[in-house]
């Protein structure tokens, strides 16, 4: 296959396989690639704004397919199912199912018990499906649509802002991103839940 991919700070590489799954052969850049990407997201999150999801179904394995297949469906055949190679991040493969229901038994505890303010609990749900990294790719723009479903259909809150701008493209919004996500890894989530509002 002919794509070339330059990538940024915090991106997960592609394995030459994960690339096989590309479904637009005329995407021979990066550039094309994020082009006909946005695309497909757009119309993903214009699917979740126009549709009330419950908390059962936003906080299932279910959920979290259908979301990133939604998201990227139309330029990747392995939208939406578990990433089958080790990356520079995330769980073991094989260890992905299990983090993702210990994730989804979390937030549901955080949410009936109220353990954190409402914007804390999106993030922090956020932050940990990027730890576990489900996918080959696009798990930073998953889960912060993620934290956006939550905020919106869970607590009936308006989406979260993420600096207001692209962070896909380098840069010192996607440098201030990268560093609250540094201190998220600390435990420390408040630079990030401020972000997320910027």
């Not at 993620?146 to 802002?161: E, L, S």
């Amino acid at each position: 296959m002919g794509i070339t991919i330059d990538y940024i700070a915090g991106q997960t590489p592609l394995d030459d396989d994960e690339k096989e799954g590309l479904l637009i052969d005329t995407i021979t850049t990066r550039e094309e690639l994020d082009e006909f990407e946005q695309q497909n997201i757009e119309e993903a999150v214009e699917w979740t704004m126009q549709r009330q999801f419950k908390t059962d179904y936003i906080l299932s394995e279910e959920f979290v397919f259908e979301l990133h297949k939604k998201m990227f469906g139309d330029v990747w055949a392995w939208a939406g199912t578990f990433r089958k190679t080790l990356k520079n991040l995330g769980v073991a493969p094989e260890n992905i199912g299990i983090e993702l229901r210990k994730l989804i038994d979390d937030g549901n505890y955080w949410i009936t018990h109220k353990t954190y303010s409402n914007d804390e609990i999106a993030i922090r749900f956020k932050h940990r499906i990027v730890q576990i990294h489900c996918f080959a790719n696009g798990n930073g723009r998953h889960s912060r649509l993620m934290a956006d479903v939550i905020a919106k259909n869970i607590f009936n809150r308006p989406v979260f802002t993420w600096g207001k701008d692209n962070l896909i493209h380098e840069g010192n919004l996607r440098s201030d991103y990268l560093k609250a996500l540094k201190k998220a890894d600390g435990a420390d989530m408040k630079p990030l839940i401020k972000f997320s509002r910027g």
